[in-house]
């Protein structure tokens, strides 16, 4: 486990949400790692949406025929562990909160349940394109070596001794597949952040996120939403994070979508009461 500095958050509506989620993913076709390898999208165009966890679990029964699900170690609902790396005052941040065309988020990101972990860097280019860039590390590597300074040299404009690590993040992901046309869909849940004795959990939420080669309004997922009126919403699980926990740090561009996600949260509780 990589979150050692993440005190365990035990918040009910989370067991009661993957129950529930875990359930509706047993009518999905499982597709395996290799598999979906195919499809890795590492430069793509992403679509995201922000719903509640009871929104995410009639959305499931809509798409079962249309989407394979990751399936590891005969777990559908896998485990990621991220740390992310920023400048000591933020800048990678305040690229976000200040709207930049061109931006980045560097990272360390374990996937718990394939017992792998890369050091990434994503780029959100100007021409709304995510370019991500990887590389497989030790769990002992989390602090940046000499390879992964030249790594953040060669894919941002920063060096790598000018990043230290900020942010813990936990979440549980669904990962589809479409059947017919090259396209990802990611779905996280039960969303967790953490810096030193301070956590904070998002339980009720979760976060689609549509990765395809070239936007297209054809996708299923899409269309869906667009049935349910749920609208694309931009929303980084590192800015949240940031907000949620640090303060001091410039956050009123984030205040309006945080509002909505509060919005949600109180919603699905009411509605799961």
Same mark, same amino acid.
């Given at each position: 486990?990589?979150?050692?500095?993440?005190?365990?958050?035990?918040?009910?509506?989370?067991?009661?949400?993957?129950? *529930?989620?875990?359930?509706?993913?047993?009518?999905?076709?499982?597709?395996?790692?290799?598999?979906?390898?195919?499809?890795?999208?590492?430069?793509? #165009?992403?679509?995201?949406?922000?719903?509640?966890?009871?929104?995410?679990?009639? /959305?499931?029964?809509?798409?079962?025929?249309?989407?394979?699900?990751?399936?590891?170690?005969? /777990?559908?609902?896998?485990?990621?562990? /991220?740390?992310?790396?920023?400048?000591?005052?933020?800048?990678?941040?305040?690229?976000?909160?200040?709207?930049?065309?061109?931006?980045?988020?560097?990272?360390?990101?374990?996937?718990?349940?394939?017992?792998?972990?890369?050091?990434?860097?994503?780029?959100?280019?100007?021409?709304?394109?995510?370019?991500?860039?990887?590389?497989?590390?030790?769990?002992?590597?989390?602090?940046? #070596?000499?390879?992964?300074?030249?790594?953040?040299?060669?894919?941002?404009?920063?060096?790598?001794?000018?990043?230290?690590?900020?942010?813990?993040? *936990?979440?549980?992901?669904?990962?589809?597949?479409?059947?017919?046309?090259?396209?990802?869909?990611?779905?996280?849940?039960?969303?967790?952040?953490?810096?030193?004795?301070?956590?904070?959990?998002?339980?009720?939420?979760?976060?689609?996120?549509?990765?395809?080669?070239?936007?297209? /309004?054809? #996708?299923?997922?899409?269309?869906?939403?667009?049935?349910?009126?749920?609208?694309?919403?931009?929303?980084?699980?590192?800015?949240?994070?940031?907000?949620?926990?640090?303060?001091?740090?410039?956050?009123?561009?984030?205040?309006?979508?945080?509002?909505?996600?509060?919005?949600?949260?109180?919603?699905?509780?009411?509605?799961?009461?």
């Amino acid at each position: 486990m990589i979150a050692e500095g993440v005190q365990p958050i035990c918040v009910t509506e989370f067991e009661q949400a993957a129950s *529930r989620i875990k359930r509706m993913l047993a009518r999905f076709d499982p597709i395996s790692l290799a598999e979906m390898d195919r499809v890795a999208l590492l430069n793509r #165009s992403d679509t995201k949406y922000v719903m509640r966890v009871s929104q995410l679990h009639d /959305t499931l029964r809509e798409i079962a025929g249309q989407y394979r699900v990751l399936e590891i170690k005969q /777990t559908r609902l896998n485990h990621y562990e /991220t740390l992310y790396y920023d400048t000591p005052d933020f800048q990678l941040y305040q690229q976000h909160h200040n709207g930049l065309g061109s931006r980045y988020k560097v990272r360390a990101r374990e996937y718990v349940d394939s017992a792998l972990m890369f050091f990434e860097v994503k780029h959100k280019t100007n021409q709304e394109r995510t370019i991500k860039s990887r590389f497989q590390i030790r769990a002992a590597d989390v602090n940046l #070596s000499e390879k992964t300074d030249t790594f953040v040299e060669t894919h941002t404009p920063y060096h790598g001794e000018e990043l230290e690590p900020k942010l813990w993040n *936990r979440f549980l992901r669904i990962t589809l597949v479409n059947k017919t046309r090259p396209e990802r869909l990611t779905l996280d849940l039960n969303l967790e952040f953490g810096w030193g004795d301070a956590c904070v959990a998002l339980p009720g939420i979760a976060v689609a996120e549509v990765k395809q080669e070239h936007f297209s /309004t054809q #996708s299923d997922f899409i269309q869906l939403m667009r049935r349910a009126g749920i609208r694309p919403a931009q929303f980084s699980k590192y800015c949240a994070g940031v907000c949620l926990l640090y303060d001091g740090v410039k956050g009123n561009n984030f205040k309006m979508r945080m509002r909505m996600v509060g919005k949600l949260m109180e919603e699905e509780d009411g509605y799961v009461g």
